[in-house]
């Protein structure tokens, strides 16, 4: 069980660090015990369903909400109090619950879990890695900021297609030079942030983050940044995972 509000970021890093494949699955409560209808307790039961399901196996980190198994390749949480709050907007629910089974409609076609090349063993932290937001009329302030701490990675949460205004993209060049990763990504909850499109990734050594919004690309720049800050292999990784 896990709180709501940063489920999909520990749903995430588990996806990426948890080395096996047994189902590993969160659910929790949208609703408290005290509610007219509460959903916690047909969540948890739903949840221990799929966990104990052998066809869950190496599907990867699953969130089980509202009657759907979600893959952690795509979790968003998408409303601030409906109980159907987490999605998998851009690629679909992992499957169903009917009937008090699950039923499975996709495999996730990105690497996780049992696949996954990363490795805790070892680590006593992760790199620090930021989120850098875009708005109207946003200056570099921000980014001039982080270039004067220990952040090893940025990632920009920008307008459209992963797109700033000239001085923050100037600012980010800078922090890439210096030897912070910079990883493009969007505010916009659907579609993917993509290379070669609105910011000439290759000429200022950024990588795009393709479907993963902000918040996971977040969490997989920081795993990334444990074995590579190269930008190549880093936008392998984000193409990968």
């Known amino acids: 069980t896990h709180g709501t509000d940063t489920r999909e970021e520990t749903a995430f890093f588990l ?16 609703r408290p015990s005290t509610a007219i209808s509460p959903d916690g307790p047909r969540n948890l039961y739903n ?9 869950a196996q190496g599907r990867g980190v699953m969130v089980v909400m509202d009657d759907e198994i ?10 601030t109090l409906a109980v159907g709050t987490f999605q998998n907007p851009n690629y679909g629910p992992l499957g169903y619950i009917y009937g008090g089974a699950p039923y499975f409609t996709r ?3 990105k690497r996780h879990t049992y696949q996954s090349e990363f490795s805790l063993d070892g680590i006593a ?16 302030k921000f980014v001039n900021i ?15 297609n992963g797109n700033a ?7 980010l060049a800078t922090a890439r030079q210096e030897g912070i990763v910079v990883v493009r990504s969007s505010r916009i909850p659907q579609g993917p942030t993509t290379q070669w499109n609105e910011v000439d990734d290759d000429a200022l050594g950024f990588a ?4 993963h919004t902000p918040q996971r690309a977040r969490i997989l720049l920081m795993m990334a940044l444990t074995i590579t800050n190269d930008t190549g292999e880093i936008q392998r990784i984000f193409n990968e995972y």
């Open 15 to 30: 996806n990426l660090a948890e080395g096996s494949r047994k189902p590993v699955v969160l659910t929790g409560a949208m």
């Open 47 to 55: 949840a221990v369903r799929v966990a104990s399901e052998a066809a």
């Open 70 to 79: 979600l893959g952690a390749d795509d979790i968003q949480k998408t409303h």
């Open 107 to 109: 495999e996730s076609l």
């Open 125 to 140: 932290e992760l790199p620090a890695v930021c989120v850098v937001t875009a708005y109207a009329g946003a200056d570099a």
């Open 146 to 160: 982080l270039l004067r701490s220990d952040t090893k990675g940025i990632v920009l949460a920008g307008v459209g």
């Open 165 to 171: 205004s000239s001085q923050v993209i100037e600012a």
């Open 208 to 211: 795009a983050s393709w479907h």
